[in-house]
């Protein structure tokens, strides 16, 4: 794994500015739609591949959600965040509406934009501005997000956990399907996912996945016009079992996109909402081509030992053009402006080996793991900087040429290496006890590479000792409590007045939790409670003015609750709920004492699905309401942006051949600000969206 450490503080926090479910456990396997779709009797075993063991859900010694593919078919998800709206614990929307892509993700407390994005196991790195990997939802199979420090399974990583997705792969019971898509803001989709076998044997499988989008975005000008964006997106994947006991997935992807419009609201000369894009229809411009291709190679050698390795080599290329505000005049509603260009460069490489024993050792049994994992992250940008005509706030006339900037800012390469060994053993024991200990050592190498005016070099080494230990009681009534500690470690660019490199932070969490399954198997339900802590925060020098050490510390407590719950007569009911009591606990800055930015104390979700039987039979109604509590948008506490509650609705037909289906998200169209930051300007929510789809399987 490798992750970008910047030795450009104020770079990252521009950047930072500029990008500006349910219950965990989800039915799998039945996005073929059978051809009387009902409740199911029992819900099935929802394995987690996210701890590199394939472990059931309930047994799990951690707060684990994992969403499913007919969790997102239902819920009509359109992107990476959308689908992490309903599960407890995380942020998502911080930023508000964003048509790039990009998946603001927060975590128990903890931003994991920058350090918590993976896929099929592996890594997605950031680059140094703009550039990062962007998730095709409709490739998603299921998606586990992980809570807690995870850095004695994954390596560097933030203290609030780690989103993993698993992408489709072929499989010999997939069905083939196209999908057509029509909605609000001139929103067109063609989606396919067609798959098979390309022998007699079925030792050779195949699986293509397709995606085109085209749609405007929710951002308007005076004129009404509406910024474009458009996506295109293909994943070939094939499957070769070389025998009994070896099996090889290659899986590759490329995807392309252009979003022609992200401008920034201005603030009014007193501090408030003025509805005034900052920038210009005809210049904004986010361009990118992602791509990747990997395997996953699996050996059995003998009913022991299994030997696994996941690899993944991953680009992505990006070229942007835009505005930004830069103060008002002090007439008060002229509004200077500056253009910005970026040329930017991604290279990842990843490859994660394992071995995986199952064996008994006299009254134990155990489920052992132990690998090596290694990865290299390559970066470029090219930022640059130009001159751009006022805005009048009271009278905003666009179509103005804006040349393309050509000022060359910053020049500056970056290579990050990572190595990590981990070892990690699940031990059952006294007939219903499991012991989870996990202890990872992991090198860090960071190079930075100015290229400006006065060239210079900046580097950054560290290693650290990362453990995780659990442990839970299985009664026969399907009550599973548990109690777990776990670590994490995130390396910190820059260094202090003396020139020494900054420690990495470190995260610590205590968490206690239950779960419980009824023996009936159509509930699932779940509590935690977590004391999480990450220190070696950098905090201001106060005897070295500009200057910053690792003396800062954050903590995070909280109570999240989760239930999936089969009614029977056709219902099912999901609810989530989360108590967050965040607090800077040690700081030299103005937040010291002060709860942290866009972190609601509370949040609230409930989604109910209904599926008809008798002359009804095939039709569904789904709806959801998602309530996020206050939020302070400055870290000195001063400013307060209001609580509020979100309804989507979803009605849909599903025969063995056929769906069709009408959802909607933020169905009467509630305004709102997820953000108002004052010193990053307004970021009005995400509006209504409605979406109607026809599905043809066979």
């Known amino acids: 794994m490798a ?22 456990l989800g039915w799998v396997g039945t996005s073929s739609a059978a051809v009387e779709p009902a409740v199911p ?12 063991i394939d472990t059931p859900i309930v047994e799990a010694p951690q707060s684990i959600s994992v969403l499913s593919r007919e969790d997102l078919e239902v819920r009509g998800v359109q992107s990476m965040t959308e689908a992490l709206r309903y599960v407890p614990g995380v942020v998502v929307d911080n930023y508000g509406y964003e048509g790039r892509g990009y998946e603001y993700v927060i975590l ?3 931003d994991a934009l920058y350090t918590g994005n993976y896929r099929d196991g592996l890594n997605q790195a950031t680059g140094l501005y703009f550039s990062s990997f962007v998730t095709e939802p409709y490739n998603i199979e299921q998606v586990e997000v992980i809570r807690g420090p995870s850095s004695a399974l994954f390596g560097q990583s933030d203290a609030g956990g780690i989103v993993n997705r698993i992408s489709k792969r072929p499989s010999a019971t997939a069905r083939s399907e196209v999908e057509v898509q029509v909605g609000n803001l001139d929103r067109r989709q063609l989606a396919a996912d067609i798959g098979g076998s390309l022998n007699e044997s079925g030792s050779l499988l ?10 405007d975005t929710q951002q308007s000008y005076p004129n009404g016009d509406r910024p474009s964006r458009s996506e295109r997106f293909i994943a070939p994947s094939l499957l070769w079992q070389v025998s009994d006991d070896t099996s090889i997935t290659l899986l590759t992807d490329v995807r392309t996109g252009d979003t022609r419009g992200y401008a920034f609201f201005a603030e009014a000369a007193d501090g408030s909402f003025s509805g005034i894009l900052s920038g210009e229809p005809d210049h904004i411009r986010y361009e990118y081509v992602q791509s990747s291709v990997g395997y996953q190679l699996k050996h059995r050698f003998n009913d022991v030992w299994t030997l696994r390795q996941n690899f993944r080599a991953a680009r992505v290329d990006m070229e942007v053009d835009e505005l930004y505000g830069a103060g008002l005049d002090p007439d008060g509603h002229t509004l200077y402006r500056y253009a910005v260009a970026t040329d930017e460069r991604l290279d990842q490489l990843t490859v994660d080996t394992q071995l995986h024993a199952q064996f008994d050792s006299g009254t134990m049994s155990h489920n052992l793991l132990i690998g090596i994992d290694t990865g290299r992250m390559d970066a470029d940008l090219k930022f640059y900087t130009g001159a751009a005509p006022s805005l ?39 007939g219903n006890w499991m012991l989870a200990l996990g202890s990872r050592y992991d090198w860090v190498k960071s190079s930075t590479v100015d290229r400006g005016a006065t060239p210079s070099r900046t580097g950054l080494q560290d290693e650290a000792l990362t453990n995780r230990v659990g442990l839970n009681y299985q009664f ?3 009550l599973v409590p548990y109690v777990s500690y776990t670590q ?21 969490q205590y968490e206690v939790g239950v779960k419980f399954q009824p023996a009936s198997g159509r509930s699932l339900y779940t509590a935690a409670l977590f004391d999480l802590t990450k220190d070696n925060i950098l905090t201001p020098d106060l005897d070295n003015f500009g200057f910053y050490y690792t003396a800062g510390e954050r903590r995070s407590r909280g109570l999240e609750l989760e239930a999936r719950t089969g009614l029977g007569d056709g219902w099912t009911l999901s609810t989530a709920y989360t108590y967050l009591d965040a607090e800077v606990t040690r700081s030299n800055d103005v937040d010291l004492g002060k709860r942290p930015m866009q972190l609601p104390k509370h949040t609230v979700s409930l989604w109910a699905d209904y599926v008809f039987s008798g002359v009804l039979q095939g039709f569904g109604l789904s709806g959801g309401a998602r309530y996020v509590g206050k939020r302070f948008d400055d870290r000195e506490n001063r400013f307060e942006s209001p609580s509020y509650t979100l309804v989507d609705a979803a009605i849909y037909y599903d025969t063995a051949t056929w769906r069709f289906a009408l959802n909607s998200a933020n169905l009467f169209d509630k305004q709102y600000f997820a953000s108002a930051s004052r010193t990053g300007g307004y970021y009005p929510g995400v509006e209504r969206t409605i979406t109607a789809s026809v599905k043809y399987r066979w």
């Open 3 to 24: 992750h970008s450490v910047s030795n450009w503080p104020l770079q990252r926090a521009m950047r930072q500015a500029a990008l500006g479910g349910m219950f965990a």
């Open 41 to 52: 009797e029992e819900l099935e075993e929802v394995l987690v591949s996210g701890t590199k």
């Open 108 to 110: 128990r407390g903890f």
């Open 206 to 215: 195949y699986r293509l996945v397709g995606v085109g989008l085209d749609a």
């Open 392 to 430: 009048d706030l009271w009278n905003p006339i666009y179509g103005q040429h804006i040349d393309k900037a050509t000022a060359l800012l910053f020049d500056a390469t970056q290579e990050n290496r990572q190595t990590g060994v981990y070892l990690q053993d699940q031990i059952k024991f006294g």
């Open 476 to 478: 026969d009534n399907g």
């Open 488 to 508: 994490s470690f995130l390396p910190q660019g820059g260094r202090d007045v003396n020139g020494n490199p900054f420690s990495p932070s470190n995260g610590t």
